[in-house]
DNA sequence: CAGTATCCAAAAAGATACTG
DNA sequence: CAGTATCTTTTTGGATACTG
């Protein structure tokens, strides 16, 4: 047998660290969950979840680098703009259903055993 | 119908951000992935993964509060501790695998798409 | 050895006013 | 409306010396 630490492990770490670096910030989840349900635009964003305009812009300049969302231009008057999820982006949902299992899986396993102590989240 | 964004996302973006909060950070992945291997005192931690002192011992403490890992003293002299990885720890192998495995279908993505960028990690 | 204390740098996030 | 500019705060990570 041998060494997985360093050896076996060095591709599957870099790989690991790329999806945290792309969808692990405190938006990036939530913003491409949104536009699964369907496309909105920049305000409409910014209202739902509660996102300065600032921080949004940045986050979905990221997203688009990443094809993750495109970015939609409507000629109406005053300009819109659309977000929408890509395909890419639709395949992340193993991520977020394996995100969102152990996370419900933690919180048994926290909260069943310890009740007054708060190690989840906040 | 109802207003998907902030009712049934709800507990599943919880459950999302819960994660993210528990194992998102830039080391805690990195410590549980290598204690699968074999459990680890604290300075060859601090050595293998290259992580200061401070920096290690409050991922540490993280990672013990949510039961990811424990922490035994042993009565050598001077003394050693020795960290391993919970059961509950290694349930983390599902998330561990669906980054790994975007990681990677992300990478095909983007360079097999525009090559002079660089919308992946660094 | 295992860890803490102190100090510091960088990154992430947020409030808010402003522009085309 | 869709953003950008500016400023401030918070969080995160890190170097290093020191203690039991």
């Known amino acids: 047998m041998k060494n997985l630490t360093s050896s076996e492990c060095t591709g599957a770490h870099r790989a690991v660290r790329d999806t945290l670096d792309i969808v692990g910030g405190k938006w990036k989840l939530v913003i491409l969950?949104?536009?699964?349900?369907?496309?909105?635009?920049?305000?409409?964003?910014?209202?739902?979840?509660?996102?300065?305009?600032?921080?949004?812009?940045?986050?979905?300049?990221?997203?688009?680098?990443?094809?993750?969302?495109?970015?939609?231009?409507?000629?109406?008057?005053?300009?819109?703009?659309?977000?929408?999820?890509?395909?890419?982006?639709?395949?992340?949902?193993?991520?977020?259903?394996?995100?969102?299992d152990w996370g419900l899986t933690h919180r048994k396993e926290i909260i069943g055993t310890q009740e007054s102590l708060t190690p989840v989240t906040g």
């Open 33 to 100: 969950t949104t536009l699964i349900d369907k496309e909105r635009r920049f305000k409409e964003l910014a209202r739902e979840i509660g996102i300065s305009p600032r921080i949004l812009s940045k986050e979905l300049q990221d997203l688009e680098i990443n094809k993750l969302v495109t970015r939609t231009v409507c000629d109406t008057r005053p300009i819109t703009v659309e977000y929408s999820i890509t395909e890419h982006g639709q395949t992340l949902e193993k991520v977020t259903t394996a995100l969102r």
